[in-house]
């Protein structure tokens, strides 16, 4: 379905630390997605989507310019719903006023695609509603993926969602997977390939990894052997890999472990490209 060919390097972008240095990494990136986009009431019960709470509106200007320049260097944008902060509770429960204005908000901001982090139980007619509303309301080459842990496609069943994302995997076009916290590691291509055992597309299985030990929990590989899982990810499903995913830009490590984002994007882009006859010597 995807119209972005693997294999891919997305960067999340939650703290916008470092965000000048983001264009120096456009020539390595695939995507970026924005988050988290939540969708609720305030205490006043006043309706709202907000990002990192706040309306996107508030944000600061360099962030919308930025992103529009990496659309021109031709970087997909998506906008990340959902995560520890949740939103899908109130879009299903008031679908008809939060639907039309979640479809305003990614057409005024000019999103490439939207990214489901869903960490809170849905049931699938919801989730499938949802999608094909966005199909049909979107344009075509608009972007949906997902970002579900590791296990939550190998064993068949999401701890958060409560789905069995199968019946979904048609109608996304990749999917973003958490290998770490336990859900998963890179550490070795093992719980990868168990995704795959599981009946998923390699072209549709970006590896999501963390970019700092500090970042989201446990798990953390340092960014060398992460590269070197990588590298035989892409020999053992060449032309298919679908890449790299990192949690987050702001702080991420650099092959020598130091905060750069920079030289983390250089580095993931280096590995899901190196010729196989590389990862072979």
Avoid at 57 to 80: D, H, M, Y
Avoid at 151 to 156: E, Q
């Amino acid at each position: 379905m995807s119209t972005v060919s693997p294999p891919r390097v997305v960067a999340y972008l939650q703290s916008q630390a470092l965000l000048d240095r983001l264009p120096s990494c456009f020539p390595h990136l695939t995507a970026i997605n924005v988050g988290a986009f939540q969708i609720g009431f305030d205490r006043h019960r006043d309706p709202f989507i907000h990002l990192n709470g706040l309306d996107p509106a508030s944000q600061p200007p360099e962030l919308w310019s930025t992103l529009k320049a990496a659309q021109r260097a031709g970087v997909k944008i998506l906008a990340s719903l959902g995560g520890a902060d949740g939103g899908f509770k109130a879009l299903f429960e008031y679908y008809e006023m939060f639907y039309p204005a979640w479809c305003d908000l990614l057409r005024e901001y000019g999103f490439d695609g939207l990214d489901l982090a869903i960490e809170e139980p849905v049931t699938p007619s919801n989730l499938a509603m949802f999608i094909s509303d966005l199909r049909r309301d979107l344009p075509p080459g608009f972007l949906l993926t997902a970002a579900p842990v590791a296990s939550a496609l190998s064993n068949g069943y999401d701890p958060f969602a409560g789905l069995d994302w199968r019946p979904f995997a048609a109608q996304l076009d990749w999917f973003n997977v958490q290998f770490f916290n336990g859900w998963g590691t890179l550490a070795t291509t093992t719980n990868y390939r168990a995704v795959i055992a599981a009946g998923y597309m390699p072209t549709q299985i970006v590896a999501g990894s963390l970019t700092n030990p500090a970042n989201g929990g446990t798990g953390y590989v340092p960014i060398s052997p992460l590269g070197q899982t990588l590298r035989i990810l892409q020999y053992q499903f060449p032309a298919q890999f679908g890449g790299i995913a990192g949690w987050e830009f702001s702080n991420a490590h650099t092959l020598g472990e130091t905060v750069d984002p920079r030289g983390w994007c250089a580095a993931m882009a280096a590995a899901i490209q190196r010729p196989v006859a590389e990862v072979l010597a």
